[in-house]
């Protein structure tokens, strides 16, 4: 399966195949100019990182970084340019982001910057990674502000995705990815909702044919929102922010840790987002019913009580204020019409939204 990503000169592809990681050096084979590769990745993807290596044939380089958010930082992407420079990396050279994330946002905003742009390979091993922020061309930082808030536009060169390096991923991290996956059916595709609805078990239970078509189906619904709108200007790429304004604010009430992973959030922000639709008129209850009830059942948190969140609608609207995504005092909501039906609404009364999350069980 090869999904193309349509962006001019910066066009790429992402190719998804059980077992590619072991062929990668075959798939990278005309990038290879007779330099080495470089590859980065953290100490939880060490069985991958042999594989890899024994695949690009010749000798590579590696980079081991410790897992985790807190390797998004200014402190990391210091030292990880410093030795990509003392490697004596080139613009021409590839360095190869391995690992979820976390090592893609780094990896692609250190190759953004370094001798003003190197060439990177995306290799994701977590479902999240594999079927979101491996492809578009997003790539960040944490700062003292927040999250995400430094960063660069960087397409990569290539995105190898291999849904058997999946079977080491913690099962709750593969479910946290997983609410990347369904968001693309609650966007604009009901019937790949009601594929997920037939299949999610089967594809979290490891099934690979299930694996690789949810893959491969979500990839071709990113590339091809990212392909109308790059850079996040005709708001169309922001539809991929479903459920991240309320999903943000659950993050941020658990400080970003742990406690709430990032699809969780986002679960639970997609599930808000249905029911404050419902509670507008906009869609049915029973369309919100349906939404929550399908995230409950692949175990994933379906609203504040189940993602833990105990604060006031007050706390939560704050935190929304203070995600990046504000534009002028107003903050952009993902509302939907139904399932497959979701727009942009600029216009949100924030009281309402806090009166929302007030009338919420606790
Ligand atoms: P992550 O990179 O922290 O990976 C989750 C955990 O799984 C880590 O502990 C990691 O070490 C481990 N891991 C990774 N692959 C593994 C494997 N195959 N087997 C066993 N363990 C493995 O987190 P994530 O959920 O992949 O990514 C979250 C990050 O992605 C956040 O920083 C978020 O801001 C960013 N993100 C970026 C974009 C974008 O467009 N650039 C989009 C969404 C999210
Ligand atoms: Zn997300």
Not at 287 to 292: F, L, P, Q, S
Request: with cysteine.
């Amino acid at each position: 399966n090869t999904v193309p990503v349509a962006l001019g000169d910066r066009s790429y592809d992402v190719r998804i195949e059980a077992g590619l990681l072991a062929r990668a050096g075959e798939a990278l084979a005309r990038f290879d100019k007779g330099r080495r590769f470089v590859v980065i990745t953290d100490e939880n993807v060490g069985a991958h990182l042999a594989t890899l290596q024994a695949s690009l044939g010749g000798p590579s380089e590696a980079i081991v970084l410790p897992p985790g958010e807190s390797t998004k930082s200014w402190a990391q992407l210091e030292s990880l340019t410093d030795r990509l420079l003392e490697l004596g990396v080139e613009r021409s050279d590839h360095v190869i982001a391995l690992g979820g994330g976390v090592i893609g946002d780094l990896v692609g905003f250190a190759a953004s910057i370094l001798k003003r742009g190197c060439n990177f390979v995306q290799i994701p091993t977590t479902l999240l990674a594999q079927v979101d922020s491996s492809v578009g061309g997003k790539t960040a930082i944490n700062s003292r502000a927040g999250k995400n808030l430094v960063g660069a536009f960087h397409q990569p060169s290539i995105v190898l995705i291999d849904p058997q390096v999946l079977d080491t991923l913690p099962a709750r991290q593969l479910r946290a990815g997983y609410a990347e996956v369904v968001k693309y059916g609650l966007i604009d595709d009901f019937a790949f909702f009601e594929w997920c609805e037939a299949n999610a078990a089967a594809l979290l239970a490891g099934d690979t044919q299930a694996r690789e078509y949810a893959i491969a189906h979500s990839v071709a619904a990113k590339a091809r929102i990212v392909g109308e709108d790059e850079r996040e200007t005709t708001g169309k790429r922001a539809l991929l922010n479903l459920g991240h304004t309320f999903g943000h604010a659950l993050e941020a009430e658990t400080g970003f840790s742990d406690k709430l992973l990032h699809g969780e959030g986002v679960a639970a922000g997609m599930a808000l987002a249905f029911a404050y639709s419902a509670r507008r008129g906009l869609c049915s209850a029973q369309d919100a019913d349906r939404v929550a009830a399908h995230l409950r059942a692949v175990g994933l948190p379906d609203g504040l009580t189940a993602a833990g969140i105990t604060a006031s609608g007050a706390r939560l609207v704050e935190h929304m204020l203070h995600d990046k995504k504000m534009a002028a005092g107003t903050l952009p909501f993902l509302l939907a019409r139904g399932i497959g039906q979701t727009f942009l609404d600029k216009t949100v009364d924030l009281n309402d939204v806090e009166a929302f999350l007030d009338e919420q069980p606790r």
